[in-house]
């Protein structure tokens, strides 16, 4: 077996995830290297869903009874396990939503409504990057189409990274939000975050981060992103479906008017008006995602305990050993970065002429679960001139044998097609 310095005691971690152990076509035991898709749960998550609803199901923070308030409790438990998790300054600056998309359309559509310095309009521009996953390029362009407002973007160089080379005529005094990826979901590319905060606050823009493939594989610190939201979801880290969180700065969130109307994000209610809670509740209409929020803290809990630092280096000394191997593999070409630094666990590639949906059918065949296709970031295919990639990502239950195995089947597509 491959010896790598910097690894996770993955035989124990492997233990708390039963989906791994699963067997699949004849007999093949599952290689699952779809993480930056979805991560899978621990028995730990698993377990505190469960526990929620066999005992403290009931709606949250309006009811007096026992169940309403343990509920509560732990719904709000789970706002002051993100708080610290990302190191935010105030729990009432964690909204909870149901993903990333839902974060990134909340920030679209309040700065759409939102009176000045913060209102988007017909005079003011939109920065985004050509990298970003659709959920980061469609609402900031329902946006600009709604309000008359430019849409620009930064491009790509050749190797995977963003081309910040004109980032003075990108990023102007026009330009009222810029909003980027942390770490990309198809290229691996973890983008310098310092360069572009620090030119838009030098043009007085806001700043969004889209942290989704960030905050499941390395120590997220809001404050010293030095953003004005963050956007990430948990069931890319460990966490169940259905719950994503946006992190805000509690001036932004108290000027900003809420996105959704509803129960629990008023104060007053007439025929004629009404007034809104302070945040977080403002940006929480209707019965959240309870049982959805405290298996994200259950999820926090449990990286925790193992702690992100070690994560990202497992992570790290994989993605190396992962490049080296891949390119050993006769015409395959890695889309983005082809080093282990300033990348994150996941590795697009192309094999020759096979198409990436035959790689990948192929490799489900041997039991070794990959994505294919263009990772909702067309963008990047167009960019590089390929219709689709192979991706295969990583996470702290990944091996070296992992990686070994997806390499051998690898050259079992290349026979099998020739």
Not at 68 to 84: H, P, Q, S
Request: aromatic fraction near 6%.
């Amino acid at each position: 077996m491959t010896q790598l310095s910097g690894l996770l005691d993955t035989e124990a971690i492997r233990k708390d995830f039963p989906v791994l152990d699963r067997v699949v076509h004849d007999g093949r035991k599952l290689v699952y290297l779809d993480n930056a898709a979805t991560s899978q749960k621990p028995r730990q998550v698993l377990d505190a869903l469960n526990e929620y609803y066999e005992r403290y199901n009931a709606n949250v923070h309006r009811g007096v009874h026992v169940l309403a308030e343990e509920a509560t409790a732990l719904y709000e438990g789970a706002r002051d396990k993100v708080a610290e998790f990302i190191n935010a300054p105030s729990r009432d600056e964690v909204i909870f939503t149901k993903n990333a998309s839902e974060s990134l359309n909340l920030v679209a559509n309040m700065l759409g409504w939102a009176d000045e310095p913060y209102r988007v309009d017909h005079e003011t521009e939109i920065v985004i990057t050509e990298m970003e996953h659709h959920s980061n390029i469609v609402p900031w362009q329902l946006l600009a189409q709604r309000t008359g407002a430019k849409l620009k973007w930064f491009g790509l160089t050749d190797d995977g990274r963003l081309d910040l080379s004109n980032i003075d005529e990108i990023i102007t005094e026009k330009t009222k939000i810029v909003s980027f990826v942390l770490v990309s979901n198809i290229l691996g590319t973890v983008n310098p975050v310092e360069a572009i905060v620090r030119r838009a606050q030098e043009v007085g823009a806001l700043v969004c981060v889209d942290a989704s493939q960030a905050a499941p594989h390395m120590p997220l610190d809001v404050q010293a992103l030095q953003a004005d939201f963050v956007a990430f979801t948990g069931h890319k880290m460990c966490g169940p479906t259905g719950i994503g969180v946006l992190w805000g700065r509690q001036e932004l969130l108290e000027d900003l008017p809420p996105f959704l109307g509803g129960g629990e994000m008023i104060e007053t209610v007439s025929m004629h008006s009404s007034t809104y809670a302070p945040a977080p509740h403002k940006f929480e209409a209707g019965t959240p995602p309870i049982a959805q929020a405290v298996g994200l803290g259950a999820a926090i809990d449990y990286l925790q305990a193992i702690g992100m630092e070690k994560i990202l280096a497992h992570e790290h000394a994989l993605t190396q050993y992962a490049v080296e191997r891949l390119a050993q593999v006769p015409d395959l070409r890695i889309i983005g970065p082809t080093t282990a630094e300033d990348r994150g666990a996941a590795i697009s590639f192309t094999l020759g002429d096979i198409h990436p949906h035959d790689v990948g059918q192929v490799l489900d065949e041997q039991g070794i679960a990959v994505r294919v296709g263009h990772h909702c970031a067309r963008p990047v295919c167009l960019r590089y001139g390929i219709p689709a990639t192979t991706r295969a990502s990583f996470y702290l239950y990944s091996t070296p044998a992992e990686i070994d195995a997806l390499v051998d089947g690898l050259e079992h597509v290349r026979n099998f097609f020739g």
